[in-house]
Nanobody
Framework: VQLQASGGGLVQAGGSLRLSCVASGTGTIFTISDMGWYRQAPGNQRDFVAVISRSGDANYAASVKGRFTVSRDNAKNTVYLQMNTLKPEDTAVYFC???????????????WGQGTQVTVSS
């Protein structure tokens, strides 16, 4: 199973970006429960941003609540992050995450995307 994130870029403060992350696995049958986003700025640890359950319940970090919206399309195994009113402190590499159960396995496992750079200029 692979997660592929996209949608990052350079934007001015106050602008918007939409990130996408698609989970795929050639010839693999799998189920995804929670999907989410984390971010890591240079010199910092990877921090939680948002998570959404398969049924659509979402939770956010305090720093992004009210500005970011996480959503998903279960049929497409895709999670989105709509980021509005961006601030320079939102600058980071954004990673998507999915908790996955591969058919035939007894264990859920976390998979990570490769990261996409978001840069917000002041």
């Amino acid at each position: 199973v692979q997660l592929q994130a996209s949608g990052g870029g350079l934007v001015q403060a106050g602008g918007s970006l939409r990130l996408s992350c698609v989970a795929s696995g050639t010839g693999t049958i799998f189920t995804i429960s929670d999907m989410g986003w984390y971010r890591q700025a240079p010199g910092n640890q990877r921090d939680f941003v948002a998570v959404i359950s398969r049924s659509g319940d979402a939770n956010y970090a305090a720093s992004v609540k009210g500005r970011f919206t996480v959503s998903r399309d279960n049929a497409k195994n895709t999670v989105y992050l709509q980021m509005n009113t961006l601030k320079p402190e939102d600058t980071a590499v954004y990673f998507c995450n999915g908790r996955v159960l591969v058919s035939g396995s007894d264990f859920w496992r976390d998979y990570w995307g490769q990261g996409t750079q978001v840069t917000v200029s002041s």
